[in-house]
């Protein structure tokens, strides 16, 4: 039986990319191209519980960092409009985890590793204006 319970979370993302651009056409309006992604993810999640027999709280803060590929297809339907669709085929990971106690570290876990395949939760459609 557990009372005064509470939890909250706390994120930051952030990613950088590079697009490179093959147009198929004369004019280049219609175009393969390959964006390079680099990413980072820091959050913070907190449990605070009180109980019959013991009350505390615990924290886990988790780093973790990525290195993407997105090949798609671009369609310019206006001089500076384009179309977009791109997938993303995986890439590096690389993630680490904390887990506190009380302000004590009680258990951490690291994690990496490599993914080169078709992701459908990674799937992009969209209008792109161009400056």
Known sequence: SASDCGANSVSFNAELFHRSYWGLDERGRFGLFLDLALQYRSSL?????????????????????????????????????SSI?????????????????????????????????PDLTDISMGIAIHF
């Open 45 to 81: 999640t907190g449990l605070k519980f009180s109980g019959d027999s013991s009350e505390g709280t615990t924290h886990t803060r988790s780093l973790g960092a990525k290195i993407l590929a997105r090949p798609g297809l671009e369609i310019f339907v206006m001089n500076n409009v």
């Open 85 to 117: 669709f791109s997938i993303g085929i995986g890439g590096l990971s690389y993630s680490i985890s904390k887990n506190l106690k009380d302000g004590q570290v009680c258990g951490s876990k690291i994690s990496s590793g490599a993914r080169i395949m």
